[in-house]
């Protein structure tokens, strides 16, 4: 039962006063229901002409004592009663389920934000590590699960209280015939239990194998350029092939347990309205209208009882869904970067920035490396400063803490003097400063709409500058579309070059006061990389420049070149 409470919990704090509100309505249709129900017993009293029960007693002398004598007045009064409490059924059954409904859409797109926004305050050494394609299935697979119980629950909680008030209609007209209703019901439970717990193991079942197919599809698409040149697409296929069989058997199992369960209730709930009705005549000598009434609540029992009973399922099956994502949830949340107070006034300053860290270590603690052992280095402001190594010596991992994405185990870094240490100061700092990343990354959009992220409130003269810098002038107006040319998926319709020169571009109009390049110029040819990087060196009395190279041509246009060695940095 802890999951579900925690279920029911959740939606209730998450649904604030709407709850209520909906919970009313429920309770309200459910007795309109009831008494269109009962309206039915003076109506029989009428057409039959045996008022065999006390309400079709009452109500034809009720009528008789305003004037409804003949039976054409007394039908129309009562067909006009009839039709007034199905109008107002109706409204409150359209107010309850739109509610209901919003209410089931909310709480998912809840989830989502949730986990979007844990995701975006949780430190960047947890969110590296994420793997990207388990985030995708909880976002999409895992809540729509939820969503889907989240949704049958709230509506069998209407046909819950739909059910208790017409079986409370039954104890009051016949208490005997309650009690088969009842054995209809715990016959139906028995058979139920078992299936339930299936539904449980199988939703488990579910959240993995579903796991792998998101993570294959995932491999699949971002190498599908590896998998040709290789001719693997087949191995792949193979791999899709392994994982869907899993999520099919899984779900072919529950949707059989679900068909069986079905097949039961339909097969009680014939075997209880016979039951009720030789019981009800043979045994009880019910009276018609009674038996009449009993039968209708039978018959419409049966629809609601067996979607309870599927909701069972539901639960069961997407409880465990509920449970990773809290999981995951919790996970993100225990690592957010905690906001701290500051007088920090980084956001104050212009011109170029100086940096310094000083004795900074740094271990990855999911493999336990120590990659950093005490680096200590400096840039003065406007300086150029280009930091070397050999490939997976550090140099990375020295630029993510220099920019406030890692934390340092020990050392400080400052930041024109300052120590930029809370959450805060990394944030402002990082409003200081551009990084370029070995991958360049577009969205797809337009290049106009890509240089503008970051800088919305960049002018087309701040722009034509950037572009002149990055030397993507001759891509925007060689007469194609120009700025409007779109990037295409994660910038595939653009050469190497020329994505990393339009995030160049980009990063230049947030107007940074330090440059970090992360070998972000190496896919242009020599002649090209020369051009941008003179071009940047014109700009430092705006910005530092701090960039890592492999290239030796490149380091003729560093003042200093420094060496990372054994978590160490060494002038060169
Ligand atoms: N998120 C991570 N978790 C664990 N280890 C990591 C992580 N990122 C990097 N590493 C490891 O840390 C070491 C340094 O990586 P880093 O990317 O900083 O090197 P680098 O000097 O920039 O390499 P390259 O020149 O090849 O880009 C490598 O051994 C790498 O495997």
Same mark, same amino acid.
């Given at each position: 039962m802890g999951p579900f409470k925690a279920y029911l919990a959740d939606i209730w704090r998450d649904s604030g006063k709407q709850m209520p509100w909906a919970a009313t309505l429920v309770v309200l249709g459910a007795l309109v229901e009831g008494i269109g129900l009962l309206a039915i017993l003076p109506l029989a009293a009428l057409i039959t002409?045996?008022?065999?029960?006390e309400l079709g007693r009452s109500a034809l002398s009720a009528m008789s004592g305003i004037g409804l004598v003949t039976e054409f007045s007394r039908a129309l009064a009562l067909t006009t009663g009839f039709l007034i409490i199905l109008a107002i059924r109706n409204l409150i059954m359209w107010r309850r389920d739109t509610l209901l409904f919003s209410l089931g859409v909310s709480y998912v797109d809840r989830w989502r934000t949730r986990l979007l926004s844990a995701i975006g305050n949780a430190d960047w050494a947890t969110v590296s590590a994420l793997r990207r394609s388990d985030f995708e299935h909880a976002i999409t697979n895992d809540v729509s699960r939820l969503s889907s119980s989240t949704d049958q629950m709230l509506r069998s909680a209407a046909m819950i209280a739909l059910s208790v008030v017409q079986l409370g209609i039954i104890a009051a007209l016949s208490p005997m015939l309650l009690i088969l209703v009842f054995a209809l019901l715990g016959v139906s439970l028995l058979f139920t239990l078992p299936l339930m717990r299936k539904a449980g193991r199988l939703g488990k079942k579910l959240t993995k194998s579903g796991r792998r197919i998101y993570g294959v599809l995932g491999d699949f698409m971002s190498s599908q350029k590896l998998a040709r040149l290789n001719n693997a697409e087949a191995d792949f296929l193979e791999r899709f092939s392994g994982s869907i069989r899993d999520v099919r058997t899984n779900q072919t199992a529950f949707m059989s347990s679900q068909i069986v369960a079905r097949g039961w209730f339909q097969m009680a709930a014939g075997v209880a309205v016979i039951a009720a009705l030789l019981i009800g005549v043979?045994?009880?000598?019910?009276?018609l209208s009674v038996l009449a009434v009993t039968i209708l609540v039978l018959a419409r029992l049966v629809g609601p009882v067996q979607m309870i009973a599927q909701t069972g399922q539901s639960l069961a099956n997407a409880l465990p869904a509920f449970t990773e994502l809290n999981r995951t949830l919790i996970e993100l949340r225990q690592v957010a970067a905690p906001p701290a107070a500051t007088n920090c006034t980084l956001s104050d300053r212009s011109g170029p920035a100086s940096l310094r860290l000083e004795n900074v270590s740094y271990t990855y603690p999911d493999t336990? +490396?120590? =990659?950093?052992?005490?680096a200590t280095f400096e840039i003065t402001a406007g300086e150029i400063v280009a930091l070397v190594g050999p490939s997976g010596v550090g140099k990375t991992t020295l630029l993510d803490i220099t920019s406030g994405l890692l934390r340092p185990d020990k050392g400080t870094v400052f930041a024109d003097g300052e120590a930029v240490r809370s959450e805060q100061e990394m944030r402002q700092w990082r409003d200081q400063l551009a990084y370029l990343p070995q991958d360049p990354f577009l969205f797809d959009a337009s290049i106009k709409e890509n240089l503008m992220?970051?800088? $919305?409130?960049?002018d087309e003269g701040d722009i034509g500058e950037a572009i002149r810098i990055a030397a993507i002038d001759g891509l925007t107006s060689d007469?194609? +579309?120009?700025?409007? =040319?779109r990037a295409g998926? $994660?910038?595939?319709? *653009?050469?190497g070059g020329e994505r990393q020169r339009i995030c160049l571009a980009r990063a230049l109009l947030r107007r940074p006061r330090l440059l970090i390049l992360? +070998?972000?110029?190496?896919? *242009?040819?020599a002649r090209l990389e020369d051009l941008v990087l003179e071009g940047l060196r014109s700009l430092r009395s705006q910005f530092s420049i701090l960039l890592i190279t492999h $290239?030796?041509?490149? *380091? $003729?246009?560093?003042d200093r070149v420094l060496r990372l060695e054994n978590g160490r940095v060494l002038e060169a």
């Open positions: 002409g045996n008022a065999d029960t043979f045994v009880l000598n019910t009276p336990g +490396e120590k =990659i950093l052992n005490g992220w970051c800088a $919305r409130t960049s007469g194609r +579309e120009g700025l409007d =040319i998926e $994660r910038g595939q319709s *653009l050469s992360d +070998e972000a110029t190496n896919a *242009l040819d $290239r030796a041509e490149t *380091l $003729r246009h560093a």
